[in-house]
T-cell receptor
């Protein structure tokens, strides 16, 4: 079956550092890929998505590129802020059908001033 | 901005008791989901619901679980006889589904603790 693997957390960085959170997937078809973010006390929010190979999703300074050859969708940001502290989830789903999401375990990110 | 709400935020129950977790999806959305996350583990799909019936369910969603949309606004998850291993964060989500892909909107979750 389909699965998503994320780098283990927690991750602690200083403000303005470069961020990479690794995500790889195993899929039987051609899924769309997503990053969701969960801020303390809130629900999961879509951060960015990519629906086909070589697409780059971007939002709020975060980027991720759908790499079919390496089955990866790593999340990057050039300069993190304290407000980026949250839990980040990588996920996949298929565009047709009931679109259930298959998630990774989540990576807790803490940014220190 | 419309949002998905869930109540309660934290539910504590004794093993063997029934619990009902409540969700109010965004009002014009048509597809509804429950997911759960056991502490330290992945967020797992439980069930999807459309047009007043289950469209897909996972292996986790056994006979102890049920869902319903009793009044056109609430979407509930019932666990008939809770087990210790049901302790988890439960998330509700909804989508509009106008096109081939719509973003799933998630609620803040209900933390269920079974003692």
């Amino acid at each position: 079956g389909d699965s998503v693997t994320q780098m283990e957390g927690p991750v602690t960085l200083s403000e303005e550092a470069f961020l990479t959170i690794n995500c790889t997937y195993t899929a039987t078809g051609y899924p769309s890929l997503f990053w969701y973010v969960q801020y303390p006390g809130e629900g999961l929010q879509l951060l960015l998505k990519a629906t086909k190979a070589d697409d780059k999703g971007s939002n709020k300074g975060f980027e991720a590129t759908y790499r079919k050859e390496t089955t990866s969708f790593h999340l990057e940001k050039g300069s993190v802020q304290v407000s980026d502290s949250a839990v980040y989830f990588c996920a996949l789903s298929y565009n047709f059908g009931n679109e259930k999401l298959t998630f990774g375990t989540g990576t807790r990110l803490t940014i220190i001033p | 901005e419309p949002e998905v709400t869930q109540t309660p935020s934290h539910q504590v129950t004794q093993m063997g008791q029934e619990v009902i977790l409540r969700c109010v999806p965004i009002s014009n959305h048509l597809y509804f989901y429950w997911y759960r996350q056991i502490l330290g583990q992945k967020v797992e799909f439980l069930v999807s619901f459309y047009n007043n019936e289950i469209s897909e369910k996972s292996e986790i969603f056994d006979d102890q679980f049920s869902v319903e949309r009793p009044d056109g606004s609430n979407f509930t998850l019932k666990i008939r006889s809770t087990k210790l291993e049901d302790s988890a964060m439960y998330f509700c989500a909804s989508i509009l589904r106008e096109s081939s892909y719509n973003e799933q909107f998630f609620g803040p979750g209900t933390r269920l603790t079974v003692l």
